[in-house]
């Protein structure tokens, strides 16, 4: 159920039942579960090619002074242009997804993100094309 649920959240619960081969009536309760457990957070959008191919993107690789602390976490979630965020092992200590309309605002992104006083060094990489894209899986 997940999976065609990400494939196509718009999918009709009759066909999901169908396909499933199960009742209408099941995959609701099973929906309604999924959704009071947390296991479905929302229904959203996939943008195509046509939009993803003029999008800018951009990893941040971060060495932070100390763990990562909240006000960090705060500081980049203000900033729209920060996708996502995540604490990693390894040379560096955080990796910040980056996208923008221009290449422009990723610069101005990556200046503000080296202006907090943890952020003691950083190293950008600017992404060229997409290979795999699984985001639907």
């Known amino acids: 159920l997940l999976t065609l649920l990400k494939w196509d959240a718009r999918k009709a619960i009759t066909s999901l039942a ?4 199960v009742s209408r009536l099941t995959v609701q309760k099973r929906l309604s579960i999924l959704e009071q457990t947390d296991v479905i957070a929302g229904y959203t959008v996939r943008t195509g090619e046509a939009f993803n191919a003029k999008r800018f993107r951009a990893q941040a690789l971060l060495t932070i002074d100390g763990s990562v602390s909240k006000e960090l976490i705060d500081y980049l979630n ?7 965020f995540f604490s990693v092992a390894g040379s ?4 910040v997804s980056i996208e923008a309309d221009d290449s422009q605002s990723i610069d101005c992104a990556l200046e503000y993100i080296r ?7 950083s190293h ?10 699984r985001d639907w899986q």
């Open 124 to 133: 950008s990489c600017l992404l060229l094309a997409q290979k795999i894209n």
């Open 78 to 84: 203000a900033l729209p242009q920060v996708v996502s």
């Open 92 to 95: 560096y200590d955080a990796i």
């Open 18 to 21: 169908k396909i499933l081969g």
């Open 115 to 121: 202006k907090h006083k943890q952020v003691q060094q």
